[in-house]
């Protein structure tokens, strides 16, 4: 027969599963030779019994509660159930993991009439004898009968109104007496029973009534969001009595070993005077500073200090204690991990290591990547945030938070911030005309797209915050107003955004800026010495570059050139070129926009030295720059001086249905090679020039986008080789390039063999190869998903997190054969999923060389490229 109650004392910290997260740190606590209230614990193992016989806790399972409660009784030398003597407990509940605030606690029990006289006796204190059974009684009423909360809080305030008082903590000892007798009235009232003077029955019940509330209805949901087998089933600890309502010198606490929002290494807390544990966290009574502690129980606090370093000693984090000071004696009552901020967990793990309780292995594994987005983008005031009010909520789309009046056309949104003015820039989806608005504005709203969107990814690209696709927003962009909820906000209105949650608030509320702190350069330091793969930044500009540089880029993996077409002086040559009717046309327009493109380059090779950066050629459709509403066309056209319609009709010879799967990427190239030459060129002159000047050797590659085929690999590379030939005997020098290609489309992967003979280097375009693979348009599909992922159909945002199945499949044929052409065959990602951890994760397991992110999630990809390495080591 199995052994189901274990004495604090026989258990160990190891023993989990059968004791529950709480059980087995009590008996840890208790062995440590810690002032914990003595107790067992019935075992996870006897819930489950409990299930299998029919709702009773069964016969051999009572025996031995019985025997332990023996031992109980022996050490704290009082009697359960005996008034000369009166022992009371507590049955707490807990699971192998941690299920906060999903089962019940109850506290208290064994009193009783009798009981109750008798405590008052001894502790000379009717007030704090009457106190407990009040409280008693309502919660066995409410937790193992079942009645509801509302009615015996209702008797209170009654009483409390009866009696002309404010404050619960007014009542006389009389009217606490009689309050005792309501609660009793209303028990046998609503149930019909009445409440049961039997200690043992008392704590047989509280048992049941812990085992049944792991199959309560928060628990059961509980567990399966966090996929929480139903089999595990909840321990049950019984332990012996503190009171922290026991009078003047008594309190209950709840304490962090260190800030849990700063991480400075500093006791952190609240009590209760007079209270018991629960009130804490009911929030009902407003607690005192933890230092109020050391000026009230100066002895208790210095006990408090030394036990929280022993704690953390033996547990090698920070920890949450849960206490009591029973009449100026301390007693502890739980110790686990404590939550913190992302700013907390850099400075505590750093400082782990400085006093030697942690290898940095241990410090940079236990940073969680999904929450270090914080570290670098503003928040809100904590205090301010608080009390903010929600209007609405949409996808949270980039990280950061952002207060601001509100604009509703990126001309407008500049114009307002040149002005001096925060400006919150709403649209109901952006496009590349926007972005000097989106550049200007402190945040972006939309009412449209999804997180891949052209919002959500400039915003991202530019560490702006930005909330996408929500639904609750009326935009009229001609009346300049916006609709959420049946409000209507005006331009110039305040509104904010966080766009980690996807809230949005009403008015303004304060940001605070991040900084960047010491310890956070030395977390990142001894993350790079761990990993492996190579990190790069997604950056199209020198500012970018700086950026990236800044959060320890070590190249650019994917530099785009189309926002460079975009810029108001190029606009019009760029529209020209690709409205013109002859070829002879077109090389002139082209040869007026190589210059620019020649001084882009060159800035960005100045600004990354000798470091690798890929350049891709011109990728989008023509028509992306071509005037798109009515207006835009009417002036355009006017411009040109061509009649309305006879533009239009020009424009939409170039327009295409499906965009996206058109004339875009290398066949722009093959259909006008006259485009990517001016690029090879501005390429080859940049680097040739720079080499010139700051004696850089620059090795520029040069990268292909949207091949299928190796014959359209072989035809571009030669348009490229080509140029370049020409470039450096007009120049008469030489430089090395590569030339490679992006990999975005099935067809690519399926033939990766082939093209690793023209190509260099790979880099997954896993946006595009992401769109091709399951055929989701990444720009129409963005609530579809959402649908898909709401009702289960898929596992999570493909175009947020890599879809390993099907996309990480094709990725992984495509190394292994593109190196088996090609062993030297270089590998990268550039997609936006490349900034999710558990892609790089799978990048590293792959044999990538590096990945490219956005320069805001640069850091991000240091830790988790680290954790990957380290527990890659740890699996071998
Ligand atoms: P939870 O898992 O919800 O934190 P606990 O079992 O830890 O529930 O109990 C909640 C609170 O009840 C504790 O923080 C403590 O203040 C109080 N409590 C639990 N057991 C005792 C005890 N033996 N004596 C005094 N207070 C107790
Ligand atoms: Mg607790
Ligand atoms: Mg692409």
């Not at 009866?162 to 609503?190: I, M, P, R």
């Not at 782990?352 to 594994?365: C, D, F, Q, R, T």
Request: proline letters at 4%.
């Amino acid at each position: 027969m199995g052994k189901y109650v274990y004495s604090f004392s026989e258990g160990s910290r190891e023993m989990t599963d059968v004791l529950g997260v709480k059980g087995a740190n009590l008996a840890d606590m208790t062995n440590i030779g810690l002032p914990v209230p003595f107790g067992f614990t019935v075992t996870t193992g006897a819930c489950n019994r409990f299930y299998e016989e029919d709702l009773q806790i069964a016969g051999d399972i009572r025996e031995e509660i019985t025997e332990k409660l023996e031992d109980l009784e022996n050490v704290t030398e009082k009697r359960f159930g005996d008034p000369s003597a009166p022992l009371l407990l507590s049955v707490r509940a807990g699971a192998p993991v941690t299920m906060p605030g999903m089962m019940d606690t109850m506290l208290n029990i064994g009193i009783n009439d009798e009981i109750t006289e008798a405590l008052a006796k001894m502790t000379g204190s009717e007030r704090f004898a009457y106190d407990t059974y009040c409280r008693f009684i309502k919660s066995y009423g409410t937790i193992v009968m079942g009645l509801p909360k509302s009615r015996f809080d209702l008797v209170q305030a009654a009483k409390r109104f009866n009696e002309g008082l404010e404050d619960d903590e007014e009542f006389t000892v009389d009217q606490l007496k009689s309050l005792a007798a309501s609660y009793k009235n209303t028990v046998e009232q609503l149930s019909g029973e009445s409440f049961p003077q039997d200690p043992e029955k008392q704590l047989m019940d509280a048992i049941s009534a812990v085992f049944l509330s792991w199959n309560g209805e928060r628990a059961v949901l509980y567990r399966k969001l966090n996929d929480i087998p139903d089999n595990m089933g909840t321990a049950v600890s019984v332990q012996s009595m503190v009171f922290g309502n026991m009078g003047e010198d008594s309190c209950t606490g709840v304490a962090f070993t260190r800030n849990p929002s700063t991480g400075e290494n500093s006791i952190f807390g609240e009590i209760l005077l007079k209270a018991q544990g629960a009130e804490m966290v009911a929030g009902l009574r407003t607690p005192d500073n933890i230092s109020t502690m050391s000026d009230l129980f100066p002895e208790c606090f210095e006990t408090f200090v030394k036990i929280a370093r022993l704690l953390e000693k033996q547990d090698k984090d920070m920890q949450n204690v849960e206490f009591t000071v029973e009449k100026n004696r301390l007693y502890i009552l739980q110790a686990r991990p404590g939550e913190r901020t992302a700013q907390a967990a850099v400075r505590i793990a750093v400082e782990m290591v400085e006093e030697g309780l942690i290898s940095k292995e241990e410090a940079v594994l236990r940073q969680d990547t999904s929450q270090m987005g914080q570290l670098l983008h503003r928040g809100f005031d904590p205090e301010k945030y608080k009390e903010a009010e929600v209007l609405a909520t949409g996808l949270p789309a980039s990280p950061g938070a952002a207060s601001g009046r509100i604009y509703f056309t990126a001309a407008e949104a500049e114009e307002a911030a040149k002005n001096g003015y925060e400006v919150l820039l709403i649209r109901q989806e952006t496009s590349l005309e926007d972005l000097a608005g989106m550049v200007a504005a402190e945040g972006i709203l939309t009412a449209k797209g999804g997180t891949t969107s052209h919002a959500a990814m400039v915003a991202r690209g530019i560490g702006k915050c930005c909330v996408a696709g929500c639904d609750s927003l009326d935009i009229d962009e001609e009346k300049r107003i916006v609709e959420i909820e049946g409000e209507v906000f005006e331009e110039g209105d305040f509104l904010s955004i966080d766009g980690s949650t996807g809230k949005i608030l009403r008015g303004k509320i304060d940001t605070v800026s991040p900084e960047l702190s010491d310890e956070f350069s030395m977390l990142m330091e001894w993350a790079d010495d761990f990993r492996t793969i190579k990190i790069r930044a997604n950056a199209d500009n020198p500012r970018e570059a700086r950026q990236a540089l800044a959060f320890g880029a070590e190249g650019i993996g994917l530099c785009r050139t189309e926002h460079m077409f975009f810029m108001e002086e190029r606009i019009p040559v760029v529209r020209r070129m690709i409205l013109a009717a002859t070829d002879g046309e077109r090389r002139r327009a082209l040869a007026e926009l190589m210059p620019f493109q020649k001084t882009d380059f060159k800035r960005i090779f100045e600004t990354m030295g000798e470091r690798p950066v890929t350049i891709r050629l011109l990728d989008p459709p023509l028509h992306e720059f071509l005037p798109q509403t009515a207006d835009d066309i009417e002036e355009i056209a006017e411009q040109y001086g061509m009649t309305y319609e006879e533009f239009e009709d020009k424009v939409k010879n170039i327009r295409e249905i499906n965009p996206m799967l058109g004339r875009r990427g290398c066949r722009l190239a093959i259909t006008h090679p006259e485009i990517i030459e001016m690029q090879v060129r501005a390429i080859v002159t940049a680097v040739i020039e720079v080499k010139r000047e700051k004696k850089f050797d620059i090795m520029p590659e040069i990268m292909i986008p949207l091949i299928s085929s190796d014959r359209e690999l072989r035809l571009v590379k030669r348009y490229v080789t080509e140029t370049a030939r020409r470039v450096m005997e007009e120049e008469e020098t030489e430089i090395e390039y590569r030339i490679g290609t992006m990999i975005e489309v099935p067809r690519a992967c399926l033939t990766a063999d082939k093209l690793a003979e023209e190509a260099e280097f790979f880099s997954f375009g896993t946006n595009d190869l992401t769109q091709m693979t399951y055929g989701f348009s990444r720009d129409d599909t963005g609530h579809l998903i959402q649908q898909y992922e709401g009702q289960g159909v898929l596992p999570a945002d493909p175009f947020h997190s890599l879809d390993m199945d099907g996309v990480g499949r094709l990725i992984e044929i495509v190394a292994k054969n593109g190196r088996h052409t090609r062993s030297n065959l270089r590998l990268g990602m550039c997609g936006e999923q490349a900034g999710e951890p558990a892609t790089i994760e799978f990048c590293h397991h792959v044999g990538m060389d590096y990945v490219s992110c956005s320069p805001f999630r640069i850091p991000m990809a240091r830790i988790a490229s680290a954790q990957a390495a380290l527990r890659g080591e740890a699996d071998l």
